[in-house]
């Protein structure tokens, strides 16, 4: 399993502080934007607890099986 950040997540930055991993990280930019931020994961610290996904109101995380 392994957690997927979509194209259409906003940067409100609400996983970043639901993850008590430090998994998660508003640090890039879309390739085709404005200079939107958007969440980044880091699969090495990610230990798929999901918490993620039920912090994000946009539905912009996914949890599947690679
Ligand atoms: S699944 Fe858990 S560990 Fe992984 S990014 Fe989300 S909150 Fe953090
Ligand atoms: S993935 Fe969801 S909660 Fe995280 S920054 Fe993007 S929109 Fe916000």
Redesign the pocket.
């Not at 997540?9 to 970043?16: E, K």
């Not at 912090?55 to 946009?58: G, K, L, P, S, V």
């Given at each position: 399993m392994a957690i997927t950040?979509l194209e259409h997540?906003?940067?409100?930055?609400?996983?970043?502080a639901a993850c008590r991993f430090d998994a998660?990280t508003?640090e890039t930019e879309y390739p085709e934007g404005f200079g939107q931020k958007?969440?980044v994961i880091d699969r090495e610290r990610c230990c798929v607890c999901n918490e993620?996904l039920s912090?994000?109101?946009?539905w912009?995380?996914t949890s599947e099986i690679l």
């Open positions: 950040i997540c906003t940067g409100c930055g609400a996983c970043v998660l508003l958007m969440a993620c912090a994000c109101r946009y912009a995380i």
